[in-house]
């Protein structure tokens, strides 16, 4: 597995969680790091990215100002602070490290080649 992703689980709406993204075989300082999110029956969103070249961030208009990507070089992680949570933020959150340096691939998830495993979140009273 090159890419864990964790943190996942149940949340209040208002609440908070922070996913976390691990890499185990490269060091994702060299990569943009994306989070997409999918429900069932429904395609798969990019809600954020990082870029590596100037550390640019990019958040979808349904996270913009409750969402927070960030990574910390020493962890070789990467992650996203999820706050204000909201019964339709539920999905399943996937990471993605992407070897591209332009702005419009990083935002297309045909660039990303690493892929983590998913961590679902629910959010609900």
């Known amino acids: 597995v090159q890419l864990q992703a964790s943190g996942g689980g149940l949340a209040q709406p208002g609440g908070s969680l922070r996913l976390s993204c691990v890499a185990s075989t490269f060091s994702l300082d060299l990569y943009a790091i994306g989070w997409f999110r999918q429900v069932p029956g429904k395609e798969r969103e990019q809600i954020s990215c990082i870029s590596s070249y100037d550390g640019s961030t990019y958040y979808s208009d349904s996270v913009k100002g409750r969402f927070t990507i960030s990574r910390d070089s020493a962890k070789n992680t990467a992650y996203l602070q999820m706050n204000s949570l909201r019964p339709e933020d539920t999905a399943v959150y996937y990471c993605?490290?992407?070897?591209?340096?332009?702005?419009?691939?990083?935002?297309?998830?045909?660039?990303?080649?690493?892929w983590g495993q998913g961590t679902q979140v629910t959010v609900s009273s």
């Open positions: 993605a490290a992407s070897r591209s340096v332009i702005t419009s691939y990083i935002r297309d998830p045909k660039y990303y080649q690493y």
